[in-house]
T-cell receptor, first 117, second 113 residues
Framework: ETGVTQSPTHLIKTRGQQVTLRCSSQSGHNTVSWYQQALGQGPQFIFQYYREEENGRGNFPPRFSGLQFPNYSSELNVNALELDDSALYLC????????????????FGPGTRLTVT | KQEVTQIPAALSVPEGENLVLNCSFTDSAIYNLQWFRQDPGKGLTSLLLIQSSQREQTSGRLNASLDKSSGRSTLYIAASQPGDSATYLCAVRRMDSSYKLIFGSGTRLLVRP
């Protein structure tokens, strides 16, 4: 069973640029959530995709957008980068819904460290 | 609005000591609570998940308890080792249509040899 993977590992961008981060879900999972973790803080929920549709959004501006693909992999896009966007971006996958009651445990990837200069 | 608080923010203990990390949350309408470990600059590793109907979960030297009515959870680490040094985060999942987790800021643990 393959775990959650993210790419790239590290990224350096300039203020005003755009960035795309990628996440591959764990096999069998249908839900992907994205989180932003600033240094010394807990992760903050950005948004979530369930079966290719957005299923909830945190307090982030519209320049943060995402996609989920039929194979349940996902992208996080950030436009007009600001210095405060520098953070560790975490992707988590889980299996949600269905007839059986499951643990709904979320599994996290290793993260992408984004630095905006 | 659900808020999650972890105390203490940092903890330093000698090897072999038993220790308790605390997590509190303001809204008892949760679906479950997860404890995670995070090494510096790395992703999150799930340690224990407690469903809202459960009181505790155990894995090896780790024991997590949940008291939903008082909005508290504890993570007990027995016989701590230097390899346990990391940041420990707790997160709650609200009982609503969103599957998001709400995290505390974590406790940074250092176990001294």
């Amino acid at each position: 069973e393959t775990g959650v993977t993210q790419s790239p590992t590290h990224l350096i961008k300039t203020r005003g640029q755009q960035v795309t981060l990628r996440c591959s879900s764990q096999s069998g999972h249908n839900t992907v959530s994205w989180y932003q973790q600033a240094l010394g803080q807990g992760p903050q929920f950005i948004f979530q995709y369930y079966r290719e549709e957005e299923n909830g959004r945190g307090n982030f501006p519209p320049r943060f957008s995402g996609l989920q693909f039929p194979n349940y992999s996902s992208e996080l896009n950030v436009n007009a980068l600001e210095l405060d966007d520098s953070a560790l971006y975490l992707c988590a996958s889980s299996f949600e819904g269905g007839r059986r009651i499951l643990s709904y445990e979320q599994y996290f990837g290793p993260g992408t460290r984004l630095t905006v200069t | 609005k659900q808020e999650v608080t972890q105390i203490p923010a940092a903890l330093s203990v000698p090897e072999g000591e038993n220790l308790v990390l605390n997590c509190s949350f303001t809204d008892s309408a949760i679906y479950n609570l997860q404890w995670f470990r995070q090494d510096p600059g790395k992703g999150l590793t799930s340690l224990l998940l407690i469903q809202s109907s459960q009181r505790e979960q155990t894995s090896g030297r780790l024991n997590a308890s949940l008291d939903k009515s008082s909005g508290r959870s504890t993570l007990y680490i027995a016989a701590s080792q230097p390899g346990d040094s990391a940041t420990y985060l707790c997160a709650v999942r609200r009982m609503d249509s969103s599957y998001k987790l709400i995290f505390g800021s974590g406790t940074r643990l250092l176990v001294r040899p």
